[in-house]
C-alpha cells in the first residue's frame, strides 16, 4: 500500500484579513502578527486609528504587509481618479475583519455605530457573513468599566467575538486583566475562524435558562435572581459548533442566540413539559434554568387581599426537569446539570452528579466576587462522571460555555465514560 501525505495547508492561505490597530500600547506587536499571516499565505491589509499610529510604525505595517497602511477614510486628492470609495474599500475586501488592540474608545465607536476613520468604517462595511475578532487591551479598571462591558456586550449580541484580555503585567504598572493576547494566540483565532468547529453538527442540543416564576395568585409570584446569561451563552455555543439548539427560556430579558429555536415557559411545570417532550430527540441535554423547587400548592385566582397580620402560602414540590432527563437516558445521550453551592461544597455536586445521572456538571458558587447569578462572569469547577475535575479560572460566561462544550468531546472524558 502507497501512503501519501498531503502537504498541510494552513486555513488562512489565500484569505484577505483586515487588521484594525487602534492606539494602545500592545500596538508595537502587530508587525509581528502580520508577518505570522503573511507567511501563512494571507493577504493582509491594515486600517491603523490616528492613534494607533503613535504606537506603532506605518513604515513597520507597510513593509512587513506590502501594502499601504490606510488610516482616514478621504483620498490624498480630490482629482479625478482619486479613491473616492476608500471608505467602503476594506470592508467589501476582507473575508476577515481582526482588532488587534481594541482600544476602550474604539469599542464604544464600533457598538455606536460610528464611522470617521478607516477602521470603523470597515467595521459597518463589512459583509455580514464575515468573522470579526476583537482583542480588547487596556488597563484593568478601564476593562471593568460597566460602559466598556456594555459595548462589548453589545458587540457580541452583533455576532463578534470579543476576546478576553490576558492577566499580567500591564503598562500602566497595574497587575491584572488588560494584556492584549500574544500575536501567536491571535494568529491562532484567526485560524480556528477559517476553520470553525463543527463538532456538534447533527447533533440535538437542548439548553434551559432563566428562572421560573411560580404563581402565587393572578399578580405574584415567587422567583430568582437568574439572568439566563450562562444558558443563552451555552445555547449559542452550542449552535455555534453547529448543533441543532432548542433553548428553553424562563422570563428574561436576553436576545434569542442566532439560529436559535427558543421556547418561552413562565413555571417549572411548564418548563418540565416543554423539556419532557424533547427527551426523546435529545442528544445533549444542558440544564443550566434555576427552576424552582416548591411552587404555591393551590395559587388564587385574582389578587390575594392584604388582611391578617401573617399569611401561610403551602408549597409543594416542583419536578426535578434534569433528575427527569437523567432518568430516561438512553446510552449516546449526555447530560449536564449545574450545582449552585456554598463554597467549598464540591462533594455535594459530585453527590448530584451521581443522583441525578450526568455526566458532566458545573459546580459554582454565589458567594465569590464575580460568580452565580446576575453578573457577566462565573467561577465554574467541571465534575466529570469518569471523575475529572477541572477548575476554570473566573471567565465570561461566554468563555466559560466554550469550556463546557469542550469537556463534552471524547478527550474531555465524559462521553467516553458513557459506553
Ligand atoms: C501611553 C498611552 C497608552 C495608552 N494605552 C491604551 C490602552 O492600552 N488601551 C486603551 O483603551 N487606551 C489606551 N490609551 C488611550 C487611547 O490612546 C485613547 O483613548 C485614544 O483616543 C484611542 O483612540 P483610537 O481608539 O481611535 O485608537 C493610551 C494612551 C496613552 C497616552
Redesign the pocket.
Known sequence: MVFTIKPKISPVKGKRIVLGI?????AYKTPLLVRLLKKAGAEVRVAL????G??VSELSLATVSGEAVLKGVFPETDTPGADFTRHISLGEWADLFVIA?A????IA?LSAGLSD?M?SATFITLRPDRPVLIFP???GH?FRSPSVQRNIRTLREQGCQVFEPESGAL?SGQCGP?RMAEPEEIFGRIKEAFAPDTSLAGTRVVVTAGPTRERIDGVRFISNYSSGRMGFALARAARKRGASVTLISGPVQLPTPEGVLRIDVESALEMDAAARERYRETDIFIAAAAVADYRPASPAGGKLKKGAAEMEVKLALNPDVLAGFGKEKRPGQLAVGFALETAGNLESARQKLERKNLDLIAFNTFEEEGAGFEVETNRITLLSRGGAEIPLGLMTKEDAAEKILDALRPAGGSKESKG
Not at 22 to 26: E, F, K, L, M, N
Not at 49 to 52: D, I, K, L, M, W
Not at 103 to 106: E, G, L, M, V
Open positions: 487602534s492606539g494602545g500600547i500592545a486609528t490616528e492613534a494607533g503613535r504606537f488592540p482600544t476602550a474608545n474604539t465607536k476613520d477602521l487591551a487596556m488597563d478601564m503598562a488588560g
